[in-house]
C-alpha cells in the first residue's frame, strides 16, 4: 500500500515537472519572440535614426556649400569693389594733378609773352618752320623759353631723362610749347638692342613726361633718327629700324625727323655763327623742319638761336608747332 502511494507520488511528480518544463519551453519561445521583435524595431529605430543623422549632415554640408558660396560671392563682390575704388583713385589722381599743373600754370604770367600775338598756324599756302629741340630738359632750356617768349615764336621739345631738370618741361607746357618724347637714356647700346629694350624706353620717357606735365604725348623722334645706321652696331643681323618705324606707327606715334639740321650736334661744337649759316640751308619746301639741340652743352645754339629766328623771320616764315598733322619729314630708313 505504501508502495502504492509512493509510485503515485513520483508520478505526479513527474507530470507536474513535465507541466513546468513545458510552460518553461513556452516562456522562453514567447521571450525569443518578444527579444527578435525587438531586435528588428531596434534595428529599424537605429536604421531610422541613421538616416535622420545623414539627412542632418546632408543639410549641414548644404548650408555649409551655401555659406561658402555667398562668402565667396561677397569675396568677388569685394574685390570688384576694391578695383573699381582702386580705378577711380587713379583717375581722380590723374585729374588732381592736371588741374594742379593748370593752377601753376596760371601762376606763371611772367613765363607768358604780354606783347607777342599768338602764332597763327600754318596754311598750305605759307612758309612754316618747326624748330624742334632735342635732349632737354637741361640748365639750356630756359634760357632757350626766353629767347623763343622775347621773339613770339613758339616750338617742340623732345624730351630725355634732364633728371633735376625735369621740372623746366611744366615750364615748356606753360608756355605754350609742343612736348614730344625722344628717349628715356638716349643709350644707343641700352635702346636699339632689341625692340622690347626700344619700346621699353620709349615707355619710361612718356611715363615721366605725363608725370610731370600731365600730358601723354604721341609724338616722338628716334635718337639719332629715323635713318640712323648707328643701330647696325648693336644689332648687326636684324634691320631694327625698319621693323621699329613701322611699329611705332602702328602703337599710335608719329615720328618725325627733319629736312634741315642746325649741326649744332657735331663734334668739337660748331661756333653759334656756324649753326646760323647751317640753319639758313632751307630745303625745297614749305614746311621745314629744323633740328637743333637744348642739351646742357649747347651754350653756342642759345647763342645762335636770336638770329636764326631773325633771318627766317625776314624771309616771310611763321612759326609753328609739331602735331601729327604735319608732314613728318621722313628720311630714308637705312637699316
Not at 17 to 34: E, Q, R, W
Not at 134 to 155: C, F, H, M, Y
Not at 191 to 208: G, K, N
Request: net charge positive; hydrophobic share 35%; glycine share 4%.
Amino acid at each position: 500500500m505504501k508502495s502504492e502511494k509512493k509510485e503515485l507520488a513520483v508520478k505526479i511528480s513527474v507530470v507536474v515537472l513535465s507541466v513546468l518544463v513545458v510552460a518553461l519551453a513556452i516562456t522562453l519561445s514567447v521571450f525569443a519572440v518578444k527579444n527578435k521583435n525587438m531586435a528588428k524595431e531596434s534595428q529599424a529605430q537605429d536604421k531610422k535614426y541613421e538616416s535622420a543623422l545623414s539627412e542632418q549632415d546632408a543639410l549641414k554640408a548644404q548650408e555649409a556649400e551655401e555659406k561658402e558660396s555667398y562668402e565667396n560671392a561677397l569675396s568677388e563682390k569685394d574685390a570688384l569693389n576694391e578695383k573699381q575704388k582702386s580705378e577711380y583713385e587713379k583717375i581722380i589722381s590723374d585729374l588732381k594733378k592736371q588741374i594742379a599743373i593748370k593752377k601753376q600754370q596760371a601762376t606763371l604770367p611772367s613765363k607768358t609773352p604780354s606783347v607777342a600775338p599768338p602764332v597763327a598756324p600754318p596754311s598750305s599756302s605759307h612758309k612754316t618752320i618747326y624748330l624742334t629741340f632735342d635732349d632737354g630738359p637741361s640748365q639750356r632750356t630756359p634760357e632757350v623759353l626766353k629767347i623763343l617768349r622775347d621773339n613770339g615764336v613758339k616750338a617742340t621739345f623732345f624730351f630725355v631723362n634732364g633728371k633735376k631738370h625735369n621740372h623746366y618741361m611744366k615750364d615748356v607746357v606753360a608756355e605754350g610749347h609742343a612736348i614730344a618724347l625722344h628717349s628715356y637714356t638716349h643709350d644707343y647700346k641700352t635702346i636699339y638692342t632689341t625692340d622690347e629694350a626700344f619700346f621699353s624706353d620709349l615707355q619710361q620717357i612718356s611715363d615721366l613726361v605725363y608725370n610731370e606735365t600731365g600730358i601723354r604725348t604721341k609724338l616722338m623722334r628716334f635718337p639719332g633718327g629715323g635713318s640712323n645706321t648707328i643701330s647696325r652696331k648693336y644689332n648687326q643681323k636684324e634691320k631694327i629700324m625698319t621693323r621699329l618705324t613701322k611699329k611705332v606707327g602702328e602703337m599710335g606715334y608719329t615720328y618725325f625727323d627733319w629736312n634741315i639740321s642746325s649741326g649744332d650736334a657735331s663734334y668739337p661744337s660748331p661756333s653759334p655763327a656756324q649753326i646760323v649759316e647751317n640753319c639758313k640751308r632751307l630745303p625745297k619746301s614749305d614746311s621745314v623742319i629744323v633740328l637743333m639741340h637744348d642739351a646742357g652743352d649747347k651754350k653756342n645754339t642759345v647763342a645762335a638761336l636770336p638770329e636764326v629766328i631773325a633771318y627766317y623771320k625776314s624771309l616771310g616764315y611763321s612759326f609753328a608747332t609739331l602735331n601729327k598733322d604735319v608732314p613728318p619729314a621722313h628720311q630714308r630708313v637705312a637699316n
